[in-house]
């Protein structure tokens, strides 16, 4: 079955022309099925085909309609359950806890994804096929796999192996979890004795549990504990935080009333060759022809290329390092070159190159020795300032040179966040080469804040750094005939963060006239550091005490940061009283808002409309 058809099928029809009569293996998802490498669903299922296995689609199947989870028959050997690209709570709903009017991963972007799509699904298949091995996986499954606060329902729920009737949890990228299992159960292999995959989650009965407590595992505290106490919380998510290294970390275990869940250590990750082989299988990069609408998703990323995957920066709001690690896993340039001369075959390709990046843009083919043969640090934060680490970009400069020689491209465009302190401490024009070919107005940057304080909490490099690159950026600009714009992103909300420190940020806004289209409100998204911090007021690695921003204190930096939007001015008003500023308030031109009762005057005018989601 190694010969990869043209879609993956996802029907019997399909699979019937294929010469399948029963499907080793269904994928079922909450996505539509896009087979671009982008798609988990379609990335998974073109490494299974490729180790020999036959795969089909189930792709966004109504919950209440038992044909659509039945429509492909039973698999040989499992069933691969996924909510999709995305956790389907943060799909469906804004970050105040609305329905979303749009699902970008859906045909038409019309709403399809139950809430916790991972479990609804699962238990339907669960009901329908009794005995067939189900694995999940995906983001939300891979977030969800210890005990987790849930902002939705505010509560802490357990893991999701406890929640769904699954046999087994993939976490992180999951190719190598995915084909092992494949092959261990189609030689005979039960499913219950997968015990020893790296990268899975599985469940042990609390019995065994109680009589043999298996060596070298970290137990930390079980679900029953740290739903009662926020300290138990915070202790038990930087004990698992620090076993997440594939080289170093070991297997944790959580208890639950039920069962116990064990994580094993995560998967080894890929090799540069394997990240080759499987970014160049033949991905159509376009939705299943049976879709009558376009899936918006696929747009902006349909002509985008995957140079590497993993990033060492650890942002505490960002669960990154839970998925993908901090090692980084670099593609060779050749892979890259020969995947772009594919692209620009297909009909539809008008020789531009979207993005070329992984989670962030300047990480490619960065490294540190000790990675290979000790992991990643458990102590201490990869960043410029640790002398193990590679920072040279000459690399990425060396691969963006041969992309722009390609014939037919006639623009490669960098669309992910670069990490500014590392194209600082960069030496081989990469910052100059960035902003002569590769952006168009704007180039996209995230210092979060400006206060150290924040900052730090948020594990990022403080304004110092930041500053330094504004000026290093407008040097740049020296001489362009076509001026260039920074485009920094900021957030509000986050544990750490006071109202006097938005005042302070909307101040530098004010006096370095940015642009503040790009507001992020902080959510806490299952499994970040900054969740834990939410949910528990304390940071997890010092135990210390963090402020927490919610209610109206969240609206208000929120409103803080879009000062210019008349519609704030009461909130914003509020705040810049709260934090003993009234001299922003009024008609001097460095105020923020105007007193009350007085036009609005200049401040109206300056506003523009915040994108949607943003
Ligand atoms: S030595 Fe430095 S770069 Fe290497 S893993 Fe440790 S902190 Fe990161």
């Known amino acids: 079955m190694s010969r990869q058809p043209l879609y993956l099928p996802m029907s019997l029809q399909e699979g019937e022309k294929l010469g399948i009569r029963q499907f080793d293996i269904i994928l079922i998802t909450g996505d539509a099925y896009v087979d671009h490498p982008s798609f988990g669903t379609a990335l998974i299922g073109r490494v299974l085909w490729d180790a020999g296995f036959s795969v089909g689609v189930i792709a966004q199947p109504q919950v209440q309609s038992p044909e659509d989870f039945t429509v492909l028959g039973k698999p040989r050997l499992f069933f691969g359950i996924s909510s999709g690209n995305v956790d389907s709570m943060v799909d469906n709903y804004t970050p105040n806890l609305k329905w979303r009017s749009e699902d970008v991963y859906s045909p038409g972007g019309i709403l399809k994804r139950p809430d916790r799509a991972t479990i609804v699904y699962t238990n339907r298949v669960h009901e329908l096929f009794p005995g067939v091995p189900v694995v999940i996986g995906g983001i939300e499954a891979s977030l969800r796999r210890f005990a987790h606060y849930d902002y939705w329902q505010d509560r802490v729920r357990q893991s999701i192996l406890a929640d769904a009737p699954a046999d087994l949890l993939v976490f992180g990228m999951g190719e190598r979890q995915m084909v092992e299992i494949a092959k261990r159960l189609a030689t005979g292999e039960s499913v219950n004795t997968l015990r020893d995959i790296h990268g899975t989650s599985w469940k042990m009965e609390v019995a065994e549990w109680r009589s043999t407590r298996p060596e070298g595992i970290v137990e930390i505290p079980g679900f029953t504990e740290v739903v009662k106490d926020k300290s138990a919380y915070a202790r038990a998510f930087a004990l698992h935080y620090h076993e997440q290294d594939p080289v170093r970390g070991r297997a944790v275990a959580q208890p639950h009333p039920k069962t116990v869940v064990i994580q094993n250590p995560p998967a080894r990750p890929l090799t540069t060759e394997e990240l080759d082989h499987i970014y160049e299988l033949p991905f159509s990069r376009s939705s299943h022809p049976s879709y009558r609408q376009p899936v918006p998703a696929l747009e902006p990323v349909q002509f985008s290329v995957t140079s590497h995957r993993g990033c060492f920066g650890a942002c505490s709001f960002c669960a990154l390092t839970h998925h993908q690690g901090r090692i980084i896993q670099s593609r060779s340039s050749d892979s890259i070159v020969r995947e772009i001369t594919r692209m620009t075959k297909m009909p539809s390709f008008k020789g531009v190159i979207q993005d070329i990046g992984g989670p962030t843009a300047n990480m490619y083919c960065l490294s540190c020795d000790q990675w290979e043969t000790r992991g990643a640090c458990a102590d201490k934060r990869c960043s410029p300032a640790c002398k193990n680490l590679r920072t040279s970009h000459e690399e990425q400069c060396r691969l963006l040179s041969r992309i722009r020689g390609i014939p037919g491209v006639k623009h490669v465009f960098i669309g992910s966040g670069i990490r500014y302190d590392l194209a600082l401490a960069d030496d081989s024009g990469y910052l100059g080469m960035v902003c002569d070919h590769h952006i168009s107005g704007h180039l996209k940057v995230a210092p979060e804040h400006i206060i150290v304080e924040v900052t730090k909490i948020m594990n990022k490099p403080g304004r110092d750094v930041f500053d330094r690159f504004c000026t290093q950026f407008e040097t740049l600009q020296e001489g362009k005939k076509k001026r260039q714009y920074l485009l920094p992103y900021f957030m509000s909300g986050h544990p750490g963060c006071t109202i006097p420190d938005m005042v302070a940020l909307a101040v530098y806004i004010r006096d370095h006239n940015l642009y503040t289209e790009q507001v992020q409100d902080f959510t806490p998204t299952p499994m970040s550091v900054s969740s834990c911090m939410y949910y528990t007021g304390l940071n997890p690695f010092t135990m210390e005490p963090v402020h927490v921003p919610k209610g109206q204190e969240k609206k208000i930096q929120r409103a803080l940061m879009q000062y210019r939007d008349p519609r704030n ?45 943003a």
């Open 569 to 613: 001015r009461g909130l914003v008003t509020e705040g810049i009283r709260l934090a003993g500023r009234t001299d922003l308030i009024g008609p001097g031109k460095q105020c923020l808002v105007p007193s009350e009762g007085r036009s609005a005057g200049r401040f109206e005018g300056k506003f523009q409309k915040p994108k949607k989601n």
